[in-house]
């Protein structure tokens, strides 16, 4: 690991935090495109019924 000096831990804080935001994002994708597929599974059974 690269020697970071002085800032060690603002550097350290601030890969944490982007980790964290990206895997946010990709989770609240995930958990979008499951609730649209259901959305869209409920609307074509309704639309097949008719």
Do not use: C, H, N
């Not at 020697?3 to 989770?27: K, P, Q």
């Amino acid at each position: 690991m690269p020697e970071l000096g002085d800032y060690a831990f603002e550097v350290l804080l601030a890969y944490g935090v982007s980790i964290a935001l990206i895997l946010a994002l990709v989770g609240a994708s995930i958990w979008r495109a499951k609730r649209v597929t259901r959305a869209l599974r409920e609307i074509e059974a309704r639309r097949d019924q008719s």
